[in-house]
């Protein structure tokens, strides 16, 4: 993580040296927490590094690195873009028809539980992919270890929303598995 944020100083302005500063704060708390987002819903740390990188700069561009919502703003950011590269991923490999087996963390010694493994989180994923985005985003900021208050946050819902919210998205996680 040997990311440094600067941005040019320009006449008085305090921005240009605090906002740095800022940012990189903001960067270095909550970096590993976007990326594990992203890696929840992708399965490839790769690609989740790029939506966690995309998601910064986001933010970045847009908003100031001290606003109080910034750690909701960004795990909810981090959830829909790893969605939206998800749907991405299944467009191309579709139109590829490449039939790609993810790596798995299943007992190496035992080829078919890695294959059963593979399978499983290639199922979870594409339901994912079809449920509504709110629902996705629940499900995935939940498996991801937010608490209620943070999910609530991040999606801009009652925290005692959530529950219910998160009932109605695993119902339908499995209405959709089935």
């Known amino acids: ?15 240009a040296t605090a906002l740095p500063i800022a940012f990189e704060r903001l960067f270095r708390t909550e970096y590993g927490r976007v990326v594990g987002i992203a890696n ?5 740390t790769a690609e ?8 910064f700069f986001s933010f970045y ?11 909701a703003w960004l795990h909810a950011a981090a959830a829909h873009s790893a969605l939206n590269a998800l749907r991405a991923r299944a467009r ?6 490449a039939d790609a087996v993810a790596p798995d963390a299943a007992d190496p010694a035992d080829p078919a539980a890695r294959v059963v493994a593979a399978e499983t989180r290639d199922e979870v994923r594409a339901v994912l992919a079809r449920l ?29 929303s959530v529950g219910t ?14």
Request: charged share 30%; hydrophobic share 45%; glycine share 4%.
């Open 1 to 15: 993580m040997g990311l440094s944020v600067t941005l040019p100083a320009s006449g008085h302005d305090s921005r």
């Open 48 to 55: 989740a590094e790029d939506v966690a990188q995309e998601v």
């Open 165 to 178: 919210l998160l009932r109605r998205a695993e119902e339908a996680f499995r209405r959709e598995l089935a």
């Open 132 to 160: 509504p985005e709110r629902s996705a985003a629940l499900l995935a900021l939940r498996y991801s270890g937010l608490s209620y208050a943070e999910i609530a946050a991040a999606l801009d819902v009652r925290a005692s």
């Open 40 to 44: 929840r819903i992708l399965n490839d």
């Open 61 to 71: 561009r847009t908003h100031a690195a001290d606003a109080s919502y910034a750690s």
């Open 92 to 97: 191309r490999d579709r139109r590829e028809a």
